[in-house]
């Protein structure tokens, strides 16, 4: 095989490569900002290797956010916001349950349908459990489930944010790897349903077994009827996903493009409603401003490191290192989706992908993995990590929301996250999975 005949390289590491790494672990576990940990690493791994002269690296900060495709990622932040200020989120609500009233349990699965619905336009997590929580967590509870399973259902449907297109992860990674948006968006889509599927079966499996929900006792005539009233009355809401999706997917749109077209047409769709008003743009722009103000400085600092590790030769050297432990690509697969799970449970999405993501491609490369399939598996192995301790940052939001302790939520989130591992699996050894939508020249 192509990947056996890899030269070997011998990588000596030093404390120009443990310092910096010593000093990113000290800091993150005394809850310094990770975006400041990053930095604070990346510069003194600059300053030991040399790999960087330190007059350079404002400009190289400047110059690693400087990229038209990351103009997108406040767009869908802001999308999202509107989206529940207009309370357009609500009418999804509606066609959700709506659609799912047939079935036992059918709230619950209404509440998983509109995590994906939000994720369509908002590309973000965090976002999609606050603003679905709100809307679902009490009615859940008054349902009959147990609060704390109401709060692991919320959480894993809102893993859907970084999973189906458009999404922000899909954009860094992008970025990171000189890879087009809108083809890994277009090789998401598959994955990503996939994933909320799994979520879906899960909750109907879970309660059928303790019975938590009733329901689905409802004709086809009623069904229709209570169907067809919730789309009357709710159509309109799907014209932003719909901008969305038909913009980036036709290629008449980029995702930057697309993200200020569905920003435009939800404020004008507020303003029609009435829902919106001048006077909540203050709110909202400082509210996604905090959410980007989180997300661009970690990925400034994060190049430079990235970089860092380049220079002292750390991908060569772990390419060499897993090789060195197995010649089985199977092996070496499961060796990364480890990685990126054990990755996912301690630090955000972002961090993990700008520097994990140039460590592990080239490994990708010398198995003969597809870059786009490599992609997808990366971030839906990360997406788990949003439901599981210390750091699933979901668990975190809804525990704000309702008070519930974060190892109980964690505890009922457990299902979910092996249902996601088994998609993940599936995902990282079929390429088909990720390439199914794509042109023949990615496959």
Partial sequence: MLWNQLEAQTVELGWDFYGPVLLFVVLVALAV?????????????????????????????????????????????????????????????????????????????????????????????????????????????????????ACALVAAGACTGILIPP???????????????????????????AILLSILATNIIMNRLYGWEGGGNIGFGEYMVRLGRALKSGWYAFIVPGIIFYGIFSGRLTPTEAGATAVVVTIIMGFILGTLKLSDFPAMLVSSAKVNGVILPIIAFSLPLAQALAILGV????????????????????MMVCILIAAGCVMETTPNIVILAPILKPLADNIGMNEI???????????????????????????????????????????????????????????????????????
């Avoid at 899909?170 to 970025?175: A, D, E, Q, S, V």
């Avoid at 992609?375 to 519930?404: D, H, K, Q, R, Y």
């Avoid at 989130?413 to 023949?440: E, K």
Wanted: charged share 10%; proline share 6%.
């Fill in 167 to 193: 999404s922000i992860a899909y954009i860094i990674i992008g970025l990171v790897l000189g890879i087009s948006a809108s083809t890994l968006f277009l090789a998401a889509v598959i994955p990503g349903v």
């Fill in 315 to 334: 991908p060569q050297g772990f390419v060499t290192a897993a090789t060195s432990v197995s010649d089985e690509p199977w092996v070496l697969i499961l």
């Fill in 33 to 149: 900002p990770v975006w400041a940990a990053i930095g604070s690493a990346a510069i003194l791994m600059l300053v030991i290797s040399g790999a960087l002269p330190l007059g350079l690296v404002g400009e190289s900060l400047f110059h690693g956010i400087d990229h038209f495709a990351l103009t997108a990622v406040p767009l869908f932040i802001l999308t999202g916001d509107v989206l529940v200020r207009t309370g357009l989120s609500r009418k999804f609500l509606d066609v959700a349950e709506a659609l799912t009233q047939f079935a036992k349990g059918g709230f619950g699965s209404a509440t998983v349908l509109v995590c994906g619905m939000f994720a369509a336009i908002s590309g973000s997590d965090a976002a999609g459990a606050a603003a679905v929580g709100r809307m679902t967590i009490a009615r859940l509870v008054e349902s009959g489930y147990p609060r704390p399973y």
């Fill in 373 to 443: 399939q490599f992609c997808i598996m990366m971030i839906t192995a990360l997406g788990v990590g949003f439901i599981t301790p210390p750091l699933g940052l979901n668990l975190f939001v809804v525990s704000g929301l309702t008070g519930e302790s974060i190892l109980k939520i964690a505890y009922r989130a457990i299902p979910f996250v092996l249902f996601m591992l088994i998609v993940t699996l599936f995902i990282a050894y079929v390429p088909a999975i990720s390439t199914a939508f794509l042109p023949d020249i990615y496959k």
